[in-house]
């Protein structure tokens, strides 16, 4: 990779998925690839300057597309059944890439605590903040990430914690 700018965009783009072009259809594996890249955003937001390059990049739209894809009525639901196929288990996969992209955005916002304590970005808690409600926003800092995810993808007038 020539910059390190560079390798923030690919990044990116595995965690969107962009680098499949629209004539190659259901490519095998892709599920897999996006889990480790947004596993990987939680290590790389342990340093600032990385933060602030993921943050440049456009990661931010990615996690939040990737958290509102989780589908509460498959919370019981084992992603490592080794018996069915990637494609079979699409939702599921959708589901642990949601609770995987709360994760690293509350790790890109430092606002987690314990082993995902990550420096503190208060200009990115701000924002998120506008973007997900304050009552969302404040869920970040939580490990588990299911009740965040169940309150962003329900209907509900008004989130409340």
């Not at 072009?21 to 939680?42: F, P």
């Not at 509350?106 to 973007?131: S, W, Y």
Request: proline residues 4%.
């Amino acid at each position: 990779l020539g910059t390190t700018s560079r390798l923030f965009q690919n990044w990116r783009r595995c965690v969107d998925l962009s680098f499949l072009t629209s004539g190659e259809g259901y490519v095998e594996g892709h599920n897999m690839l996006k889990k480790y890249a947004l596993e990987g955003l939680g290590s790389m937001s342990k340093s600032s300057d990385f933060q602030n390059l993921l943050i440049g990049n456009g990661i931010i739209w990615p996690l939040v597309r990737c958290m509102t894809g989780y589908d509460p009525t498959l919370e019981n639901i084992s992603t490592n059944d080794d018996d069915q196929s990637d494609a079979e288990m699409s939702q599921a996969a959708s589901n642990t890439h949601a609770k995987l992209a709360s994760r690293a955005l509350g790790m890109l916002c430092g606002v987690m605590r314990d082993n995902f304590k990550t420096p503190p970005n208060p200009l990115l808690v701000e924002a998120i903040k506008n973007v997900l409600t304050q009552p969302i926003a404040r869920m970040l800092r939580y490990n588990r990430s299911v009740e965040l995810l169940r309150t962003l993808n329900t209907n509900i007038e008004k989130p409340t914690r």
